[in-house]
């Protein structure tokens, strides 16, 4: 889920945070070393928790079903026979857009069985769990046979095992011609303000401009076929403005308990910084063939 902890974080799958690991839409490790706000110490989440916080927004990331689409839109030759995987899934909000769009099976991966659990729910609620279907699992450990996927998709969440990575780990499922679909956060200058630069760093090493971005993408085996900026409502009205109520009630729910109170103060710095800076950075949707 796509800002820090979807990273957006959390892809889908927020940005990443430090020391955070998950899938969009998901985690893969026991729990969270955050930085607080002071940056004097480092305090430590329970995962039960984070995913409880994002089960209670529809995306774990930055996106929108129209981003979602125009995305699809450069997708060609899905047929009923395709086989589609959709890598930190999260709850599913991207994947059942797909789905209602396009033929063929839909396999979403996450981590962590909460998000699962909503995932096949929102596939049944819309009569689509005959050829969609969510699975526990690790990105970087995939059950897919080599050369038997005909689309990977994955927003906001490819940066848990890095950009690069995932595009040469992952090219091995996909089939000659066949598409991968996936966004990371990326900086749109060659240069920007000390904090957000630092922030990013330490957040997500990782980042780059989006020509060195598709320079990866040639270099692991892709044509690229498209590229394009996530707009400012996938952030604000799709991912920051819905937690608002979503951390009232979290906070309540969890009076005096410090660890939720440091989580939410966290993610609104992080929301404060994408004000501030978005002119710098943003998820930007990478779409490429394998060849």
């Known amino acids: 889920m796509p800002g820090l902890f979807s990273y957006p974080f959390i892809n889908n799958n927020l940005m990443p945070a430090k020391n955070i690991v998950y899938s969009q839409n998901g985690f893969n490790a026991k729990h969270v070393n955050i930085m607080s706000n002071d940056n004097q110490s480092i305090h430590e989440f329970d995962l ?17 079903p129209e981003v979602t689409l125009k995305a699809l839109g450069f997708i060609h030759h899905l047929t009923n026979k395709s086989r589609i995987a959709d890598i930190g899934c999260g709850t599913g909000g991207q994947t059942m857009v797909l789905a209602q769009q396009i033929p063929g099976e839909i396999t979403g991966i996450d981590l962590f069985p909460a998000f699962i659990d909503r995932f096949n729910g929102n596939a049944a609620r819309l009569n689509l769990q005959d050829r969609v279907k969510g699975i526990t699992g690790s990105m970087d450990n995939l059950p897919f046979q080599q050369s038997s996927l005909d689309l990977i ?3 906001g969440a490819i940066y848990n095992i890095g950009f690069e990575r995932g595009l040469n780990e992952w090219r091995k499922f996909l089939k000659t011609g066949g598409y991968i679909a996936v966004t990371e956060a990326s900086w749109f200058t060659d240069e920007r303000p000390a904090e957000i630069d630092s922030f990013w760093m330490d957040a997500y090493p990782e980042i780059d401009t989006i020509p060195a971005k598709l320079a990866q993408m040639q270099k692991a085996g892709y044509i690229p076929v498209a590229t394009f900026i996530l707009p400012e409502e996938c952030w604000t009205e799709h991912f920051y403005v819905p937690q608002v109520a979503v951390q009232e009630a979290f906070l309540k729910k969890y009076a005096g308990n410090n660890s939720a109170e440091e989580l939410v103060a966290y ?5 404060r910084l994408y004000d501030l800076y978005k002119a710098y950075y943003g998820y930007v949707f990478y779409i490429g063939m394998k060849i």
């Open 48 to 64: 039960n928790l984070i995913c409880e916080y994002f089960s209670g927004v529809e995306r774990q990331g930055p996106g929108s």
């Open 153 to 155: 998709w994955s927003e």
């Open 267 to 271: 993610l609104q710095q992080e929301a």
